[in-house]
């Protein structure tokens, strides 16, 4: 089925450096967005993103984030500075369109390591 | 705070037995119904959705909808180890495309 590929599969950074976690998201879709799971914890939307412009954001996507996906290429999610409780996995997904009802296809994550 | 509550949080099954996960919404307002099933470090994966009240069958999965209690349950007959995962359930509303995630049912089918 379609996939959705997550660069890297792990990060480790100290505190106050910046990172940069990227998405490939299936072929044909077009909105995109991200989630952040703390370690036995539920997985929880952070942003979602069509057309260039951010749509909706929750109160975890703080200043410090920020997403782009400059001409077609990775859907990229930045954090500048970082922050130790950052520390999670960062999961991207896509759909092909937007709305509540349509599913949404996920990435296997990038485990993000703040020291 | 929509919140989205599931039990058991694990659950052991023999393989060939039943298993019966349960889901229920705090928001009135949710729409949409998603059961997700992720195996250890790998992506979630959509199984099944359900939208409107009663029940859908896909192969050995059975989804339950009750709009009016906001609960969902999720139902796997002749269980397999291969079924061993965590269950997510999700929910969304008509207006917006945020999906809130429950913490999960951890699912050990036994040989």
């Known amino acids: 089925g379609p996939k959705v590929l997550q660069i890297p599969s792990h990060q480790i950074i100290d505190m106050g450096q910046m990172v940069t976690l990227n998405c490939d998201p299936v072929?044909?879709?077009?909105?995109f967005y991200w989630y952040k799971q703390i370690l036995g914890q539920q997985m929880e939307f952070l942003v979602n993103?069509?057309?260039?412009?951010?749509?909706?954001k929750s109160k975890l996507f703080k200043d410090q984030f920020s997403v782009e996906r400059p001409d077609g290429s990775y859907f990229t999610l930045k954090i500048q500075p970082t922050a130790l409780e950052d520390s999670a996995v960062y999961f991207c997904?896509?759909?092909?369109?937007?709305?509540?009802?349509?599913?949404?296809?996920f990435g296997p994550g990038t485990r993000l390591t703040v020291l | 705070q929509q919140k989205v509550q599931q039990s058991p949080e694990s659950l052991i099954v023999p393989e060939g037995g039943m298993a019966s996960l349960n889901c229920t919404s705090s928001?009135?307002?949710?729409?949409y119904f998603w059961w997700y099933r992720q195996h250890s470090g790998k992506s979630p994966k959509m199984l099944m959705?359900?939208?409107?009240?009663g029940e859908k069958e896909e192969g050995r999965f059975t989804v339950h909808l009750n709009k009016a209690s906001l609960h969902t349950s999720l139902h796997i007959r002749d269980s397999q180890p291969s079924d061993s995962a965590l269950y997510l359930c999700?929910?969304?509303?008509?207006?917006?495309?945020?999906?809130?995630f429950g913490t999960g049912t951890r699912l050990q089918v036994s040989p």
């Open positions: 999700a929910a969304s509303k008509a207006n917006t495309d945020k999906v809130v």
């Open positions: 928001d009135r307002n949710v729409d």
């Open positions: 993103f069509y057309n260039g412009k951010v749509m909706e």
């Open positions: 072929s044909n879709h077009l909105y």
């Open positions: 959705s359900i939208f409107s009240n």
């Open positions: 997904a896509s759909s092909r369109t937007g709305g509540p009802s349509y599913e949404q296809y």
